[in-house]
């Protein structure tokens, strides 16, 4: 049974910063993209960010480009997403997720995977609220 669970996320002021970790376990984690996605109240899930299953490439929203960075411990199976200069636009639950490619075709096929429905499990969700 493959399960990714996040955790990290919490309350935080705007231009703080959080650091959100998800461990995956019954999946074979070197073979998947592993993304971060986000969802607001009244809006449709959106892709954050993206890195290859060997961690050399990675891929960003505009939104968050400059601001997030995502990085992996495939020794640990985990994703992770710091957040610094947190805005209250940034407020929604994030989730993670994995996509099956075992290849590195660079950040350009991440863009072009960045579609949630290319992704073949997702996690529970963790909330992030930026306060104002």
């Known amino acids: 049974q493959v399960q990714l669970v996040e955790s990290g996320g919490g309350l935080v002021q705007t231009g703080g910063s959080l650091r959100l970790s998800c461990a995956g376990s019954?999946?074979?984690?070197?073979?998947?993209?592993l993304g971060w996605f986000r969802q607001a109240p009244g809006k449709e899930r959106e892709f954050v960010a993206a890195?290859?299953?060997?961690?050399?490439?990675?891929y960003y929203a505009d939104s968050v480009k400059g601001r997030f960075t995502i990085s992996r411990d495939n020794a640990k199976n985990t994703v992770y997403l710091q957040m610094n200069s947190l805005k209250p636009e940034d407020t929604a639950v994030y989730y993670c997720?994995?996509?099956?490619?075992?290849?590195?075709?660079?950040?350009?096929?991440?863009?072009?995977?960045?579609?949630?429905?290319?992704?073949?499990?997702w996690g529970q969700g963790t909330q992030v609220t930026v306060s104002s």
């Open positions: 890195i290859s299953w060997s961690g050399g490439s990675t």
């Open positions: 019954g999946l074979s984690f070197t073979s998947y993209i």
């Open positions: 997720a994995a996509d099956f490619d075992p290849y590195d075709y660079g950040s350009s096929w991440l863009g072009r995977r960045a579609s949630s429905g290319n992704y073949d499990y």
